[in-house]
């Protein structure tokens, strides 16, 4: 078995949370999806957003990534860094914070690629068509011409286990009692308290 | 994974005889890359380097900014400049900041005779 996870750090890589024929478990807010994936790609670095313009000392709306959206029966893996000195707070769906604690919700700014070279605190997980939104605060006295972000990251295609022709009821009890293999795969922000 | 923390692909733009006029002069020495049919990516520009040759246009200056063709302001940078017949370099982080520009680039002299040939190098960001 593969040594597979999310949030997994070395030097040089970022590695698929699984391959082809693993388990997941697909967690969307309070919703759990049980599928195998079948196909997997990885996406090479690319700018997914601009968030736009910004005036000096002053905070963007937020505006959604829909590049980031994947098809249906689909999840991405993402990881994802600023290229114009702004700070991100992101949101997981567009109604749920990230990277939140109980008094602040954490940004990341271009001082990501010092800090945390391989980005593994900035990996997200997209199901189908829920998308994160940004937003960017502008901190400097001059305005941004723009706030880009770039996301890399993989493509994966999954089946369904709970229904369908690809049904197996007997592996999805088997990894609900721990008996076969599975990754958990959050694809949402969690709501304080929620 | 470790990235690298400075972005940018390095390209030089065309060489330019600017001439005499000020900025009503202004010619455009670097257009930012908007390729048709390109999927994402809004580009931007860091200047490197600015080279100068002065055809005898005498002992002058030379600005940048990043303001339409004939227009010229807003300016990039403080004035460059540019003797009399001689060849001068500047460069990113020895001689000037790091400036950025998400518009093309332009430049002109204020010089009232000859012409001076600019050429830049920079950084596409994006």
């Known amino acids: 078995m593969p040594d597979l996870y999310i949030f997994k750090a070395q030097v040089g890589m970022f590695d698929p949370v699984a391959l082809q024929n693993h388990n997941v478990r697909i967690h969307y807010v309070q919703a759990t999806y049980y599928r195998k994936v079948d196909f997997l790609e990885g996406i090479p670095p690319f700018q997914c957003v601009n968030l736009g313009a910004l005036a000096a000392v002053t905070p963007s709306g937020r505006v959604n990534i829909v590049n980031l ?22 949101y997981h769906p567009a109604g749920i914070a990230k990277y939140q604690l109980r008094n602040l919700q954490v940004p990341v700014d271009m001082n990501i690629l010092f800090r ?19 937003e960017a605060i502008n901190g400097h006295a001059f305005a941004l011409g723009a706030v880009r972000l770039i996301a890399i990251g ?30 958990d795969v959050w694809c949402s922000g969690r709501g304080i308290g929620d | 994974m470790l990235l690298a923390n400075k972005e940018g692909i390095v390209v030089t733009g065309p060489v330019v005889p600017l001439v005499p006029g000020g900025a009503a002069t202004s010619l455009l020495v670097f257009a930012i890359p908007v390729l048709v049919g390109q999927l994402v990516g809004v580009k931007s520009v860091k200047i490197r380097k600015v080279i100068l040759h002065n055809n005898a246009a005498g002992n002058t200056t030379v600005l940048i900014g990043n303001g339409a063709v004939g227009v010229g302001i807003p300016v990039l940078l403080p004035a460059l400049d540019s003797l009399n017949g001689l060849t001068d370099s500047y460069y990113a982080d020895a001689d000037f900041p790091e400036v950025e520009s998400f518009a093309n680039i ?8 000859g012409t001076i040939d600019i050429q830049l190098e920079v950084a596409v960001i994006g």
């Open chain 1, 69 to 90: 959206e994947m098809a249906d029966n689909e999840f991405g893996l993402w990881r994802w860094y600023p290229i114009d000195d702004a700070q991100i707070r992101l």
């Open chain 1, 116 to 134: 945390d070279p391989n980005l593994v605190s900035t990996e997200i997980a997209v199901w189908q068509n829920n998308r994160p939104a940004a």
């Open chain 1, 154 to 183: 993989y493509r994966f295609h999954t089946v369904d286990l709970e229904s369908g022709k690809d049904a197996d009821p007997e592996l999805v009890n088997a990894i609900k009692v721990g008996k076969a293999p599975c990754t």
């Open chain 2, 106 to 113: 332009v430049a002109w002299t204020p010089a009232v005779a």
